[in-house]
Structures are given as structure tokens and as C-alpha cells.
Nanobody, 116 residues
Framework: QVQLVESGGGLVQPGGSLRLSCAAS???????MAWYRQVPGKQRDLVAA???????NYADSVKGRFTISRDNAKNTVYLQMNSLKPEDTAVYYC???????????WGQGTQVTVSS
């Protein structure tokens, strides 16, 4: 069973940057991987996804500010977040979406707080 561990979150001022990491305990080669975020009382929303062939897509709210990437040799997915806004505050998770379900168990997530 592959386990996912998210890290890199923290408190940052508006306009700042953070780089999140999602380390998998096993092979993620060939899987589409994605970052999601969730605020209390709301559903978990897709932020960005990266396909096996390295194609990417982004939520409209983060286009031009966030960049998803992957290092298959390290079984790690990254999310570079620039020009952060207070509305980016959430717990961020990674997983692999597939046909309406998620391939892996959810990790603990990493909290991102954007505040002055």
C-alpha cells in the first residue's frame, strides 16, 4: 500500500511563495497525480494535476501562479505556489485521481495559511 506524505506548508504573507512536496512510499510512475485543497466545511477541490506524460492542468483560480511538477525517480510530486492570496489558505493534499475514485489512501495533508 503506497502512502502519501505531504509537506512544505506553513504561514506566509500575501504575495509570498511556498513549495509543497508529496512523497510517495512506492512507485507513482504511470499515474496521474494531483494536488487538492480543502477548507473546513467545504469539499476537497482540485488545484492542479500532472499526467504520466507530464501534461498539466490547473484550476482557474491558480493558473499562472501555481506550477505542478513531478520527479518519478524520487516518487515525489511538487506544487510551487507563487503570489499567494488569503483565499489559498487550506489544507493541501495529493492523490491520484482515476475514473471517479482515488488510487491511494489520503495522507494527512499540509496546512497552508496566507495571512498578514
Amino acid at each position: 500500500q503506497v502512502q502519501l506524505v505531504e509537506s512544505g506548508g506553513g504561514l506566509v504573507q500575501p504575495g509570498g511563495s511556498l513549495r509543497l512536496s508529496c512523497a510517495a512510499s512506492g512507485n507513482i510512475f504511470g499515474y496521474t497525480m494531483a494536488w487538492y485543497r480543502q477548507v473546513p466545511g467545504k469539499q476537497r477541490d482540485l488545484v492542479a494535476a500532472i499526467m504520466f506524460g507530464a501534461g498539466t492542468n490547473y484550476a482557474d483560480s491558480v493558473k499562472g501562479r501555481f506550477t505542478i511538477s513531478r520527479d518519478n525517480a524520487k516518487n515525489t510530486v511538487y506544487l510551487q505556489m507563487n503570489s499567494l492570496k488569503p483565499e489559498d489558505t487550506a489544507v493541501y493534499y495529493c492523490n491520484s485521481p482515476k475514473s471517479g475514485y482515488f488510487v491511494f489512501a489520503w495522507g494527512q495533508g499540509t496546512q497552508v495559511t496566507v495571512s498578514s
